[in-house]
Structure formats: C-alpha cells, structure tokens
C-alpha cells in the first residue's frame, strides 16, 4: 500500500479457508521452491523486520536488505542460480494468492542489484514489490514450508 508517498505492508489475511489453502499448497511446492522460501524468510525476519516500523523504504535499504541469487541459491544448497526463476514465480504466485507482497522480490542480480528480466511485472512492479515486501513485518513460514522449519 502506498500511502503520501510512503510505502506501507498491508494487512495479513487470517481465515479458516487460508488454513485449508495451506495445506494444499505446501503438499504441492517444489522442494527447491521450499527450500528458497526458508531462506528469503530467514533472510526476512533477520534483516528486514526492522524495516517494517518506518513504513519508509529508501533506495539504500533495497540494495542493503535484498539477497543475490547465488547467496540465495548457496544458503538453499540449490546448486547455480540459473533457472531459479521458476522457483521464485511459485513463491511469488503463493505470496499473491494470500494477500501479502512477493517474497521473491528480495532475490536479485550481484551486478545490477535487480531482478532478472522474467520478474512477474517487470522491474516497475518490482519497485513496489520489493519496498512493500521490506516494509512488511514478518510471513508465516507455514504458508511455505508447511511448519518444518
């Protein structure tokens, strides 16, 4: 949510039918999406949630608090980051589904701090997506790895 110019995390979406929807979608996610999940979480909550009380992200904080996709892929013992975006378009598709913005815009390139060209939306989207996801206070870790971690 944008608000005067501010970036702000919006609600989290909290039902019963988002209790059913979690269990059918962490059965069915890719154990390298899963493993992604953990660590943009990890990654989160380490170093992001301190964000999440100014509700105004700035540029430095993006190149600060985002995480390449070969520190991504090393922490997920996911072997190359080539063709990791088909791991980061499920996440991307869960955090939409639930009301809460993409995790996966935390994963970009070394060089150009960015994510690649398949971005869901394009680099303008992943502006916004990554400000809100940095501004966001926490994810439920279930929603991904189905509480095992």
């Not at 390298?32 to 990890?42: P, Y």
Request: aromatic share 6%.
């Amino acid at each position: 949510m944008i608000h005067k110019g501010r970036v702000c995390a919006p609600r989290q979406r909290k039902d019963a039918a988002l209790a059913s929807e979690q269990a059918k979608i962490h059965s069915q996610m890719n154990p390298t999406a899963e493993a992604f999940a953990q660590v943009l979480i990890n990654h989160h909550r380490r170093f992001c949630a301190k964000l999440s009380a100014k509700c105004n992200v700035i540029e430095s904080d993006i190149e600060k608090y985002t995480i390449t996709y070969g520190t991504l892929c090393k922490e997920a013992n996911a072997g190359i980051p080539a063709g990791a975006g088909m791991f980061l378009n499920e996440i991307h598709k869960i955090c939409q589904n639930n009301g809460l913005p993409p995790l996966n815009a935390l994963a970009v390139n070394a060089k150009n701090k960015q994510p690649g060209h398949n971005y869901p939306g394009g680099l303008q989207r992943w502006d916004q997506d990554v400000r809100e996801c940095l501004a966001t206070k926490s994810y439920p870790l279930e929603l991904f790895v189905g509480g095992r971690g």
